[in-house]
């Protein structure tokens, strides 16, 4: 039934016109498109179902243009441009445009003002930021911003062990991040092993959240707003994606 519910609702999302909503109800649309290019890429006969890969990535792109407007825009918060930022980076991994690498790593450091001793300074502990300094280290190869990174990891995983799953989906996508291209790299084996541990715990709870997430959109139909619709569609080409893996061998 989801295989048949994000079908649907990718054509649906097709004939959409971006321009009309806010750029921030929009991140998890970005990433189901490149979810859904880096599929196609790996999977080419799905272009049957979903086009051509420059075409699903000229999709995002036309996302990351809303960003790139927004991005030194002082009047948007902090945390929102944050988010700009690591999504117009995230654009450039599967797709090499070195112009929104540039532009994103560019604001990040604006985001990431360095004091007068040199040290990074945080303008808030949240997903995006810490999404940000992922990038950072992955791109500019910023070791400080690794660690930093960590911390708030760790700091996230305190709050969902103490209880508080309401920031569990809003974590999810940057301790898997950190652990994928940070962790493995800088953690020492006993520390890698605890947070693969941890994501191994916390994945039921986020496919049950994620559930309700794609129930609710069922329930509200058309009358779902673009924040919704863009979680679920990307939830949705998570799941497709993983099912190809599953059925073709791919890790």
Not at 111 to 140: D, Q
Not at 163 to 172: A, E, F, N, S
Not at 184 to 189: F, G, I, N, Q, R
């Amino acid at each position: 039934m989801e295989k048949g519910l994000f079908h649907d609702l990718y054509k649906r999302l097709n004939m959409l016109d971006v321009r009309a909503y806010s750029p921030d109800q929009l991140s998890g649309l970005l990433h189901g498109y490149l979810t859904v290019y880096s599929m196609v890429r790996v999977y080419p006969w799905l272009e049957e179902d979903f086009g051509h890969p420059g075409g699903i990535h000229e999709q995002a792109k036309e996302i990351a243009r809303l960003y790139s407007g927004q991005l030194r825009n002082e009047d948007v918060p902090v945390d929102k441009r944050a988010g700009y930022a690591a999504d117009l980076m995230d654009v450039y991994q599967v797709y090499s445009d070195l112009g929104y690498l540039k532009n994103g790593v560019d604001v990040a450091y604006e985001i990431l003002s360095a004091r007068e001793n040199g040290k990074i300074m945080l303008p808030c502990r949240t997903p995006n930021v810490c999404r940000l300094l992922c990038n950072c280290y992955y791109f500019a190869g910023d070791e400080e911003c690794g660690e930093l990174a960590g911390r708030l990891v760790m700091e996230a995983l305190g709050y969902i062990r103490g209880g508080d799953r309401g920031v569990l989906l809003t974590w999810w996508d940057a301790i898997c991040l950190y652990d994928d291209v940070i962790g493995t790299m800088e953690l020492p084996k006993e520390e890698q092993e605890r947070l693969n541990e941890e994501r191994a715990r916390l994945l039921g709870s986020v496919e049950r959240e994620e559930n309700e997430r794609i129930e609710c959109f069922r329930q509200m139909g058309q009358d779902a707003d673009m924040g919704l619709v863009a979680e679920v569609f990307y939830i949705l080409a998570k799941r497709e994606f993983e099912m190809c893996n599953g059925l073709h061998g791919k890790k």
